[in-house]
């Protein structure tokens, strides 16, 4: 698709990913602490295929399920990504295969019941960040979108390609926010091989790229540090431009990370770990049978194809929530406050 839009200055173009050992010491079994199974105040939120959208009090059981279509596939309809910030739960999406049949969406909710678009466009929008109190996803024409209430949009110049690679083979998979950085990673070229990394401290300028990261599994933030899982790999930076591979991680094949407010959990093909810093990693327990979602450290949320819900009080033992039908699969859960108190 052409477009007018003016290429982005980049500045910071080399994102160096160096070898590190800082401190890592080799995995050892973890004590077993004893963790509430209380869900925090506020709901849990939900999307994915076919347009679905639920909300829960916690985690288990799912209410306001409601969706566009009754099927899964990687079209328009499926919603991609979800943020929580001032009070709003943001959802983004869409795709297709067609002029006639692609779309892109940006919702908004402030219960997790009723939703209204806030903007339409004519590809996938995703995935949507927040941070610093601003909403910032990634658009459908090598742009940035961003929002201080979600409600009115604007949009970065395009995002200069580099050279050798066709402008239409570029597009945004993941990304990850905290103390006011943005990142976005996602792959590129007819080979899709080529990994790349965009920086923004407010969706307006692009603060550093680079095309010569890992594959990309999973993405994590906490305690000032960003997390990236690339296959038998573990990658950490403070501000998405220089990443570091850290040589103290388990020998597993890693699926996903995310951080539970204390530490980082990650799962594995033979085991699940913990680390304080994303350097130095402890086993917890064994594999899961979900992609973990969310967690506050006393309660996990996970997933599983084609719309299955687990969770567990100490990401070892793992029970079956609801299955709402038609069972859609879920990409992404979100936790926020609803203004009021009240449910609807």
């Not at 201080?148 to 949009?155: C, F, I, K, V």
């Not at 990236?228 to 850290?246: C, F, P, Q, R």
């Amino acid at each position: 698709m052409k477009t007018k839009a003016m290429s982005l200055v980049v500045l910071g173009l080399l994102t160096v990913i160096t070898d590190s050992a800082r401190g890592a010491d080799p995995p050892e079994p973890a004590q077993v602490q004893t963790a509430s199974k209380e869900a925090p105040a506020g709901i849990f939120v939900a999307v994915g295929y076919g347009g679905r959208r639920m909300s829960s009090r916690d985690g288990i059981h799912w209410e306001n399920v409601q969706q566009w279509v009754n099927k899964a596939e990687d079209d328009s309809n499926n919603l991609i990504s979800l943020a929580y910030g001032k009070g709003k739960f943001v959802a983004v999406g869409g795709g297709g295969w067609s002029r006639d049949t692609q779309a892109g969406h940006i919702l908004v909710s402030s219960d997790g019941a009723h939703w209204r678009e806030t903007k339409k466009m004519a590809f996938r929008i995703s995935p949507i960040l927040f941070t610093a109190g601003k909403f910032v996803a990634g658009g459908p024409e090598h742009q940035l979108l961003w929002s201080d209430d979600a409600e009115t949009w604007s949009e970065s110049p395009k995002v200069e390609v580099p050279k050798g690679i066709p402008g239409w083979a570029f597009w945004f998979r993941g990304g990850i926010a905290g103390d006011g950085t943005f990142i976005f990673t996602g792959n590129a070229n007819t080979d899709q091989k080529t990994w790349w990394c965009i920086t923004t401290h407010d969706g307006k300028t692009i603060d550093s790229f680079a095309s010569n990261l890992p594959p990309v599994n999973s993405l994590a933030f906490g305690a000032g540090t960003f997390l990236l899982v690339s296959g038998s790999a573990i990658y950490t930076t403070k501000d998405g431009k220089v990443w570091h591979k850290e040589l103290g991680a388990p020998t597993d094949k890693f699926r996903q990370a995310v951080y539970t407010g204390s530490e980082f959990f990650l799962s594995g093909e033979k085991f699940t770990y913990t680390s304080v810093d994303g350097i130095s990693w402890k086993v917890l327990g064994k594999p899961i049978p979900c992609e973990v979602s969310w967690s506050n450290g006393s309660l996990f949320i996970g997933t599983g194809w084609p719309g299955k819900v687990w969770t567990s009080s100490d990401g070892r033992n793992w029970t079956r929530g609801d299955a709402p039908q038609p069972e859609l699969g879920i990409n992404q859960i979100v936790h926020g406050a609803v203004l009021g108190g009240t449910l609807r």
